[in-house]
């Protein structure tokens, strides 16, 4: 891939859409080796699905790591709320290169965060972690089956969805 996308010498050649095999010219740029793992995929090792999201005793901590410091974006009441901060900030500081999480339109809303304390923030844990998802239906272990959304309706002005089972 590097012959392909013709890098100098000491440069680095980042994949846009992190398929290693996808080696089409407009698939393939010149950078940095920081610029290139600025563009790398979430680890699979955290309780998060987003990069840059951790659960913390206070609620879903947003943090970004930007020349070699910790960048600490807030604590936040819903996971995907911690995304989206962690998105915002990684396109101020990478641009181009920034690897976004992906947020589904439907999973996001207004996000307001001052302050919960930790007893509230254990016991509200798995309410929190999207308000857009009703009680879950069952519980097998670590897995939990929601309802999912299939139709738009729209109330009180706010499009809401009618919720499936799959």
């Not at 950078?31 to 999201?53: K, M």
Request: positive net charge; contains cysteine.
């Amino acid at each position: 891939h590097r012959i392909i996308a013709q890098t100098s010498p000491g440069a680095h050649t980042d994949h846009e859409n992190h398929n290693g095999l996808d080696n089409r010219k407009t698939n393939l740029r010149q950078c940095t080796f920081r610029e290139n793992q600025y563009n790398r995929l979430p680890t699979d090792n955290c309780r998060s699905q987003y990069r840059g999201v951790c659960w913390g005793r206070i609620g879903w901590v947003a943090r970004i790591k930007h020349n070699s410091r910790s960048i600490w974006l807030g604590s936040h009441t819903s996971e995907v709320g911690a995304a989206k901060a962690y998105n915002r900030k990684a396109q101020e500081l990478f641009g181009e290169f920034a690897y976004l999480n992906p947020i589904q339109w439907w999973m996001v809303r207004r996000e307001v965060y001052h302050g919960l304390s930790a007893q509230k923030a254990r016991n509200d844990k798995w309410n929190r972690v999207c308000n857009f998802l009703p009680a879950p239906d069952s519980c097998n272990g670590s897995r939990v089956f929601f309802h999912v959304p299939a139709t738009p309706v729209t109330c009180c002005g706010v499009t809401a969805w009618d919720w499936i089972s799959i």
